[in-house]
């Protein structure tokens, strides 16, 4: 039988309630202490009337100092201070001259003034309250601290979030743009069915890319069955010229990965390999479990880097008359979404395989989603597929 987590709850998640519990367990105390003291000298039990008023006179004024602590701690440190110099004494002298006339009702038959009582309970009632200041204000400014780091957190997390969405949605425009056109000369030829075809399959993919948020992460068989619908909508384009290869470890379909990252190398692998031989090229997608890594293999076999377009290639840009015309975004919008995602705990890699062509390596740490269905699925074997 599964047993449900216990999530523990920050003790100052509710501040109010934080206060009062510090209040009591304060007071507390010092009521326990003073006590004591009263019980260890032979007092009566009668005597702890003293102490128990006391303590109801000092949790009192402390309530009374909290607000006014808390309208100080949001003034400049010099008000803060200042104003607080002043409030203490003016507290500690209220309770010592209400303990000292308790204690002079109680100690009527003693040689000692209320004067002397006075400066015997002060010394007491300055340190409980000047202790209770310091835990006052250093608890706050700790909270305030830590809502500042919060902040900052979040703002963080949204330009983070806000950079990752930037990168998503540049991966799109080029290729939108040749679909649509390529839609457009269809129709202009009466081609029906094809351009229904066509049109039906890239509003599955952009219904999947506005779906998923830009920070979003998918399993490797998510998104290998995106890179279909991709795919499947460049072969219209490119026909047998257009040959893809899937070999994808059984063990790596529930990894996670940031969604649509391997469609803008398929579609780099197009642009320079498929479109600039008349053969056309074959484009593999090679997923493997490395350890604790998942490494993405994404090759191709196209003129690789010794093609006059290299540079181009890699920078993702193109050139028209010396003037350079941005295609797509390139492998540089891979790596900077992997650096936000993942930091220096990755590897993206361009290389020339010996049998020639271009690779793309990718290595990410192994995450899954846990879920029911994943640990009742029987294991799968690996994917293989060719088209």
Known sequence: MSVLPIQPIPFFANKDRAFWRLQLIGWGGALILRSMSLLANNLPLTALVQPVIATIT???????????????????????WGLTVLALPVAVALH??????????????????????????????ATLLGAWTALYYMVNFYLQVEEQNDQLIRLENQATSAQLAMLRYQLNPHFLFNTLNSISTLVLLKQTE???????RLSSFLRYTLINKP??????????????????????????????????DAATTAGLLPSLLLQPLVENAIKYAVSQQEAGAEITVDTQLIGPMLRITVSDTGPGLQSPTTDNRLSGMTYDGGEPVSTGVGLSNIRDRLSQAYGENHRFETIEPLEGGFAVVIELPFERRETTEDMSEPARQPVQMAR
């Open 96 to 125: 010592a001259f209400i303990d000292g006339w308790v204690i002079s009702l109680w100690r009527v038959d003693a040689d000692t003034s209320f004067a002397q009582i006075f400066v015997g309970v002060f010394y007491l009632d």
């Open 215 to 248: 920070s979003a992460r998918v399993t490797v068989e998510q998104e290998v069955e995106t890179l279909q619908l991709y795919l499947d909508i460049e072969r219209m384009r490119f026909e047998e010229r257009l040959r893809t290869t899937f070999n994808i």
């Open 194 to 200: 094809p351009a229904n075809a066509m049109l039906s």
């Open 58 to 80: 000092g949790f009192s004024i402390s309530l009374v100092l909290s607000v006014i602590y808390r309208t100080l701690i949001r003034k400049r440190a010099l008000v803060t």
